[in-house]
């Protein structure tokens, strides 16, 4: 039983953490988070110790280390975009090797920076990087691998996932703390295509605001137009007239990419691949952290060349500044 600990608790991401800790059959002896509402720990680990300072959790792991002889596996992090890299530093200062949630920090430097405390420490840094386990992409994957070495695959991506007013006053609003739309919401994405479809060749943005991103990415084995947005409004009325606030489509070659199901158990499978030592590091995190740095730092070029039909949808004005 490898004995885990948790920083960002009571984020969204953190019950799939904890579930996959405990399907797994191990222990969470301790979690961190500043928000108290944490009442999800009772499904899960009732008795792990919790903290909402930073230094006592520090203290506390100290004191298992020294007093106990209770050494850390692992620790977990759940936490805001901008703080993964500093979280992830914590735990291999503890001894521990860090797993975390994508993107794995926001800068392709960070990830050099990490390398080296990586090889100092002698732990490993893990991203989850679930989709690469979700059964429709790796029916995918095959098939581009057992297709013609020079087939160039077509693909639309399309993926609106609606977000009220309070996301423009939470950190993700900041895209100095979420890298914004395309890294907070688009990078798993960008890995699973960039795995499957190999190198970079071209990353054009047409259309990046506060609700929405729209570019071209073409790769060794494929040219996507990719739309990303957090709007409402820009939802098909099909999807709307269900009550529905989320759409997801991947299309290649014309062909809808089955990808509605599957997400359950994702995570509990990443988990199972990094305690076997078969889990995704930081190399594997770069492509993707490499794209959307490059398309947080590109000025828009307009409705120009192969955009997305839905770049052309009308813009909305950010919900502070009417």
Not at 24 to 52: C, E, W
Not at 121 to 145: A, D, F
Not at 205 to 217: E, I, K, P, Q, S
Not at 239 to 266: C, H, P
Request: proline fraction near 3%; hydrophobic fraction near 35%.
């Amino acid at each position: 039983m490898k004995k885990f600990a948790l920083i960002g608790l009571a984020g969204y991401i953190a019950p799939r953490h904890l579930k996959a800790i405990k399907d797994t059959g191990n222990s969470l002896i301790a979690a961190l988070d500043k928000f108290d509402s944490v009442g999800v720990m009772d499904s899960y680990f009732p008795n792990a110790d919790f903290f909402v300072e930073i230094e006592r959790f520090d203290r506390y792991l100290e004191k298992l280390k020294y007093e106990k002889k209770q050494s850390l596996d692992y620790m977990s992090i759940c936490t805001p975009n901008y703080l993964h890299d500093s979280h992830i530093r914590i735990a291999l200062r503890r001894g521990a090797d860090a797993i975390c949630e994508k993107p794995l920090v926001l800068n392709p430097w960070n990830i050099d920076a990490l390398q080296k405390m990586e090889k100092e420490s002698g732990k490993r840094i893990w991203n989850i990087l679930q989709l690469r386990m979700h059964p429709s992409i790796l029916k995918l994957k095959e098939k581009v691998s057992n297709s013609s070495k020079n087939k160039v695959f077509d693909i639309d991506l399309t993926y609106i996932t609606s977000r009220g007013n309070w996301y423009y006053t939470s950190w993700k609003g900041d895209q100095s703390k979420s890298g914004g739309i395309a890294t907070n919401i688009g990078v798993h994405f960008y890995d699973m295509l960039s795995w499957i479809f190999g190198e970079v060749k071209k990353n054009v943005v047409h259309v990046h605001t506060h609700d929405r991103a729209a570019g071209y990415l073409e790769f060794e084995r494929a040219k996507v137009r990719w739309f990303l947005s957090i709007n409402y409004n820009v939802l098909p009325e099909e999807v709307k007239q269900k009550g529905q606030r989320t759409y997801r489509s991947i299309t290649i070659e014309g062909e809808e990419l089955e990808f509605s199901g599957g997400f359950t158990d994702l995570h509990t499978k990443v988990y199972e691949s990094i305690l076997e030592g078969k889990g995704y590091g930081l190399e594997d995190a770069k492509r993707a952290i490499e794209i959307v740095h490059n398309i947080r730092n590109s000025s828009p070029i307009g409705l120009k060349g192969e955009f997305h039909p839905y770049a052309k949808k009308i813009l909305s004005g950010h919900p502070f500044k009417r």
